[in-house]
């Protein structure tokens, strides 16, 4: 892909399509004939931290000459008995109806007065059809404008189509235009130089959470802040204990026993003082810190917790929302240093998965859902604490804001690139390991609960296929 255009969130509808369906569905509709094509998606849907957000589960290609004609009125039409048999599965499966068809173009697109004309024909009949969302979706290989008819009447534009891929993509009608600040005096001159008005504007509208706020979070906190993210999310239900203070970035003597949200938004504060904050003195699993992860832009996991990181990764899958975890091991046996390593793992939705890679235990997952007496009571031989040290945080902490860095401002050479990060300091070396996807999961599975948002579904919380369920 050439895209590299960087349009800020707008406010209103969007679309998301995950990276293997968007390069799918790119190769689909310009295949180079310069020619029409035609494709139904069907979505599920949520709502956004800018509006309703319709989340792309299943493509359906129209084939040539067959479900994709030439039509009586336009130039092309998905042919009568292609939309027929879309629009009940959306009806049968509850799902929203996208029909999209490519125009010709680079950076701007528009439905032409036939498109439009045929939309107010036909969408009225196609939402008491399926009563789900029904959305017109027109596309250039870097812009896309979309016409969306609720279930209520009323009808809206589609302000974005939202690629999460290594670039996290953003198409719009035509581009964005930033607006002049005074250059001389805003704080950002220097990351201007390198993002542009745009991209420092596009930092500035997301919405981004930090889940675990120990030594990697609180890094990962002042990071984010510093870039100019508008609005954080703040998760930990833990206090600063004493023997934090070495790796906790900021903290002090009069910071033990108190909350770390307490600190991180300190933090924050002190790095970006018009910043946005949400502080959650919570666990990860609880249904309000779930709702706020739902309205995010990105994730950060910096927990260790199974809950955490099956609560998060579900996130990912369900909502399309992208993330990134950052993790340090020590390994220590018998007083003897093992390999040390840092990662910096990409959560992509459909592409990177927790539970497909065996990084989440059904067991500690069983565990770390009781009651705290509970797991403490299920850990028969006490744990000893995990060795921890400022740098090696540092390390992980840095390799995951800068992807996110890059994936906003559109800086990476690749856009599929989904590959995760394993620094290994001692031996100075450094790995790309790309993630495994299991046919049947769950949880990225397009049969399962992937991209089905809001949608329901019966008891979410079963995790089918990984040998444990839990309320």
């Not at 589960?57 to 030439?70: F, N, Q, S, T, V």
Request: one cysteine or more; glycine letters at 8%.
């Amino acid at each position: 892909m050439a895209h590299r255009a960087v349009n800020p969130p707008t406010v209103g509808a969007s679309l998301t399509i995950p990276a293997r369906l968007w390069q799918q569905l790119n190769a689909h509709l310009f295949p180079g004939d310069h020619a029409g094509h035609g494709a139904v998606l069907l979505a599920g849907w949520t709502d956004g931290p800018r509006g309703l957000r319709l989340l792309t589960r299943d493509l359906i290609p129209a084939r040539d000459h067959i479900d994709y004609e030439p039509g009586t009125t336009g130039h092309h039409a998905l042919s009568a008995t292609f939309v027929r048999d879309n629009i009940l599965r959306a009806r049968d499966e509850r799902l929203a109806y996208i029909a999209v068809h490519n125009h010709g173009g680079t950076t701007r697109v528009s439905f032409s007065p036939t498109d439009l004309a045929s939309h107010e024909r036909g969408y009225p009949t196609l939402t008491q059809i399926s009563n789900t969302p029904v959305c017109a979706l027109v596309l250039t290989p870097q812009a896309a404008a979309g016409d969306l008819w609720h279930t209520d009447g009323t009808r809206t534009d589609l302000t974005e189509v939202v690629i999460p891929a290594n670039n996290l993509l953003r198409l719009r009608p035509r581009p964005a235009t930033a607006s002049a600040p005074d250059a001389t005096h805003d704080p950002y001159e220097r990351q201007i130089r390198v993002f542009g008005d745009l991209g420092q504007q596009t930092f500035q509208a997301m919405k981004v959470a930090v889940i675990g706020l120990g030594g990697i979070g609180s890094l990962l906190t002042e990071y984010v802040a510093r870039l100019g993210v508008g609005h954080l999310v703040l998760v930990d239900d833990d206090t600063v204990d004493e023997t934090n203070l070495p790796r906790l970035t900021g903290a002090t003597a009069a910071d033990v026993g108190h909350p770390k949200t307490t600190l991180a938004s300190r933090l924050a504060r002190q790095a970006q003082p018009a910043i946005t904050l949400t502080a959650l003195t919570e666990r990860a699993e609880q249904p309000h810190v779930q709702s706020e992860l739902r309205q995010c832009d990105w994730l950060f996991l910096a927990a260790d917790g199974a809950a955490a990181r099956h609560f998060t990764n579900a996130t990912v899958q369900q909502y399309l929302i992208p993330a990134t975890q950052a993790g340090v091991k020590i390994p220590i046996h018998d007083g003897t240093i093992g390999q040390i390593h840092t990662v910096s793992r990409l959560l992509i939705p459909g592409a990177n998965c927790m539970w497909c890679d065996g990084l989440i235990n059904p067991t500690d997952l069983a565990i770390d859902m009781q009651a705290p007496t509970d797991r403490a009571a299920a850990h028969y031989v006490p744990g000893t604490p995990a060795a921890s040290v400022l740098p090696l945080n540092a390390l992980a902490a840095a390799e995951a804001v800068s992807h996110f860095m890059h994936a906003v401002s559109c800086l990476h050479d690749d856009d599929l690139d989904h590959a995760n990060i394993l620094h290994r300091p001692r031996t100075r070396t450094r790995d790309l390991i790309n993630s495994r996807i299991s046919p049947g999961c769950r949880w990225c599975s397009a049969q399962q609960l992937f991209a089905l948002g809001d949608r329901p579904t019966g008891d979410m919380t079963k995790t089918e296929g990984h040998s444990v369920s839990y309320d």
